[in-house]
């Protein structure tokens, strides 16, 4: 099993530039969550979807968006990218309620 | 003050020692409590998964709760130079799929 799949692995874009990290996970979960690393930050929710057709904002919104494409897929789209944006993005999903997650190898972003 | 803190390291030990690592958190709403792996540029993998105060154990390793103290642990025994990684504490309140609240990680590093 591919478990979480994220593309791209690596990307480079210039302030203002937009893009959408991809996301997909083939192990039937419900909910679909994406987070951010940064160095003495540690992991920080971004957006989630507890389940097809909902999503919810986390606790560093502002820049994102997110769709909901169906159960296996879920996108995050940065419409202006900004400097404070570069980072390491990992999606994850899980079977739902008071389940554990399971991540994906992660998108990492520089933006120059 | 953060929800969980964690130290972050770099913890040195020699191969074969008993590591401690622990998380103490302020909310004492969080009822779920999961360990996670991470290596290098690779997302976190899920070792320990448990709910209520106790131990659980799997193999080399022991998860311990006391929510009384508001403290977690990760015991590892015999360890090995494969378990140099970064290792996540992280936890969740019931009910809902809103996701995990993690520690900032501590690099855990064992010398041959």
């Known amino acids: 099993n591919a478990g979480v799949t994220q593309t791209p692995k690596f990307q480079v874009l210039k302030t203002g530039q937009s893009m959408t990290l991809q996301c997909a996970q083939d192990?039937?979960?419900?909910?679909m969550y994406w987070y951010r690393q940064d160095p003495g930050m540690g992991l920080r929710l971004i957006y989630y979807s507890a389940s097809e057709g909902t999503t919810d904002k986390g606790e560093v919104p502002n820049g994102y968006n997110v769709s909901r494409l169906n159960k296996r897929e879920f996108s995050l789209r940065l419409e202006s990218a900004a400097p404070s944006q570069t980072s390491v993005y990992f999606c994850?999903?899980?079977?739902?309620?008071?389940?554990?997650?399971?991540f994906g190898n992660g998108t990492r972003l520089t933006v120059t | 003050q953060k929800e969980v803190e964690q130290d972050p390291g770099p913890l040195s030990v020699p191969e074969g020692a008993i590591v401690s690592l622990n998380c103490t958190y302020s909310?004492?709403?969080?009822?779920?409590f999961m360990w996670y792996r991470q290596y290098s540029r690779k997302g976190p993998e899920l070792l320990m998964y448990?709910?209520?105060?106790g131990n659980k154990e799997d193999g080399r390793f022991t998860a311990q709760v006391d929510k009384s103290s508001k403290y977690i642990s990760l015991f590892i025994r015999d360890s090995q130079p494969s378990d140099s990684a970064t290792y996540l504490c992280?936890?969740?309140?019931?009910?809902?799929?809103?996701?995990?609240?993690f520690g900032k990680g501590t690099h855990l590093i064992i010398q041959p």
């Open positions: 192990m039937n979960h419900n909910s």
């Open positions: 909310n004492s709403a969080f009822q779920y």
């Open positions: 992280a936890m969740k309140t019931g009910g809902g799929a809103d996701g995990l609240t």
């Open positions: 994850a999903s899980s079977p739902g309620v008071d389940s554990p997650l399971h």
């Open positions: 448990t709910y209520s105060s």
